[in-house]
């Protein structure tokens, strides 16, 4: 039988994979002629560093800082009209301490280079500046950047994987996590299993580092955010996008559209992505929100899948009742019949009313566990030995995340135990008489002849007789009588209704004959029975 559930097999995180990014440099100094030498005579990005912009004094800077999305290095005067280097590299000890910065002073002063180094001051170099030396020390600045960086993104990855492994918020948050805004989005690949079902290992670790890149391309692209993936299983990934200082323009629409546009060179993938919040104590709950927004893809192939397109779509859907037990029926027919072909074509039109109602993969899913608990009851009956064993695949819905790959796997399971059914040796004669007594049950009421029921079991009279009789213990003849006389029975004792109508509603045409029979049945005549009924149900009262 088919179970539902996401398996743990491993994990692999990502923080921004391609890390070789250009370290952010602001120039600031109160002479242009000298910001324009600093940001032109020196090739920066020979040295990985990129030049964000220029500031004529700390104010200044401070703004270009907040509206640049952030820098790592600054490279600044000391003495400057307005506010100077050292209240600069004050300020930024408070509010971005994890920029770098080197000081340039045109005075040998012991004062002013002490202060620097107490305020957390990279470098202190003195003017004219030599550019050997300024490269050098750039070039350290680069190294530690990049060792803060990869150790903060491993400080990410293990942070993350937690949340989600545990669903729980837990630990000190690594301080790259740190952002205004964020979202949780969780990706799949549409019809995962019908596409990359049978892939080798190599070439899914290759699909899988292209999904990681390209759903964090977008995000490469704009300083002003982060981000960290987990892939919770082959199919299910988990990224957190993290704002850093908050922006006047919309950048979600702009982000995941984009997101989706990259994600086309590995095929359609579609998109869950949680509310907006502003705290990560959320991003565990907002998980499980992006998560379960997944499974709607299937209804109309939407691929950004937000929290209002569910609650549209749980609008319209009404999920009707779905009538196992005659399902089951149906079913049990056809394994022992032994056509393939008819219980292929059972499984497609079961298939394609679910998708006409806007069933949810889960829906289905559900509804063929409690078909899977009534066909094992029906097939222990007629004697099927290890009913409980076998036909269990996992249907892990992230792999199996369609109509199509789903209905192959429940097609699959039965056309397995058609085979068990046939190699078992049962007497289908049993189903041959089950289903007899089900048409017997519906033409009661009827002048019906076992003729007529072997006819449409489309086996001979005599052949029927000879089931039916080991089967049941009883006769054809004498087995429509106890079920027209029971319910006579019931119609005397809760109906007014003349004797010769209930006759006729019981199956007889003959009133006299109706008699007999009943007296025969219940050695009493059918007024008596009514009389005896009334007189119990008095003293009931």
């Not at 949340?163 to 690594?174: E, M, Y």
């Not at 192959?408 to 041959?432: A, C, F, P, R, T």
């Not at 009133?511 to 007999?516: A, E, L, N, R």
Request: contains cysteine; aromatic residues 10%.
């Amino acid at each position: 039988m088919l179970t539902y559930g996401l398996a743990w097999r491993w994990m692999k995180m990502t923080v921004n994979p391609e890390q070789s990014r250009k370290i952010r440099m602001l120039i600031v100094d109160d002479e242009a002629v000298i910001r324009e030498g600093l940001h032109h005579t020196i090739d920066w990005a020979d040295y990985g560093v990129e030049v964000v912009g220029e500031a004529e004094d700390g104010r200044e800077a401070l703004q270009r800082i907040a509206e640049s999305g952030g820098v790592d290095l600054v490279l600044s005067d000391i003495r400057m009209d307005g506010m100077d280097g050292l209240q600069l590299a004050e300020r930024l000890k408070v509010l971005f301490p994890e920029v770098c910065m080197i000081l340039v002073s045109g005075y040998e002063d012991f004062d002013y280079a002490r202060q620097a180094m107490r305020l957390g001051v990279t470098d202190y170099l003195l003017k004219p500046v030599d550019i050997d030396e300024l490269t050098a020390v750039v070039k350290g600045v680069v190294s530690r950047v990049d060792r803060q960086e990869d150790m903060g993104l491993q400080e990410a990855r293990l942070w993350f994987a937690g949340l989600v492994r545990s669903g729980l918020t837990s630990g000190k948050i690594p301080a790259c996590l740190q952002g205004t805004e964020y979202r949780i989005v969780a990706s799949q690949i549409a019809d995962y299993h019908t596409r990359f079902g049978g892939t080798a290992s190599d070439e899914l670790e290759a699909l899988q580092n292209r999904w990681i890149k390209a759903i964090h391309r977008p995000v490469e692209d704009d300083h002003c955010l982060e981000s960290v993936s987990v892939l919770k299983n082959e199919n299910l990934m988990i990224s957190l996008i993290v704002v850093k200082p908050p922006r006047e323009r919309p950048i979600w629409d702009e982000l995941l559209s984009g997101m989706i546009a990259c994600l086309e060179e590995i095929g359609t993938v579609y998109l869950g992505v949680s509310a907006s919040f502003n705290t990560l104590e959320l991003a565990a709950s907002a998980c499980t929100e992006a998560v379960s927004l997944l499974p709607y893809y299937v209804l109309e192939g939407q691929q950004l899948l937000l929290p209002e397109y569910r609650e549209a779509m749980e609008m319209q859907r009404v999920i009707p009742n779905y009538d196992t037990v005659t399902a089951v029926r149906e079913l049990v027919s056809r394994l022992f019949k032994q056509d393939p072909e008819e219980l292929g074509a059972f499984i497609s039109d079961m298939f394609a009313v679910f998708r006409e109602n806007g069933l949810l993969l889960e829906d289905i899913l559900h509804i063929y566990e409690e078909l899977w608990v009534l066909l094992r009851q029906q097939l222990r009956r007629s004697g099927m030995p290890d009913m409980d064993a076998g036909f269990k695949a996992a249907a892990d819905l992230s792999i199996y995340n369609s109509y199509h790959s789903l209905r192959k796997l429940v097609l699959d399971e039965m056309l397995e135990l058609q085979h068990q059914v046939n190699v078992s040796g049962l007497d289908k004669s049993y189903w041959i008489i089950e289903k007899a007594k089900r048409y017997m049950d519906d033409q009661f009421r009827m002048d019906l002849k076992a003729s007529e029921v072997a006819s449409w079991l489309k086996i001979t009279p005599s052949h029927f007789s000879y089931i039916f009789k080991q089967s049941t213990g009883k006769g054809f003849t004498e087995y429509m009588n106890e079920k027209r006389i029971n319910h006579a029975k019931k119609l005397l004792a809760t109906t007014h209704d003349k004797v010769f109508e209930i006759a006729d509603q019981a199956g007889y045409k003959e009133y006299k004959y109706f008699v007999s029979v009943f007296k025969t049945y219940t050695g009493m005549t059918p007024k008596e029975y009514r009389g005896l009924m009334a007189g119990k149900k008095a003293e009931g009262e």
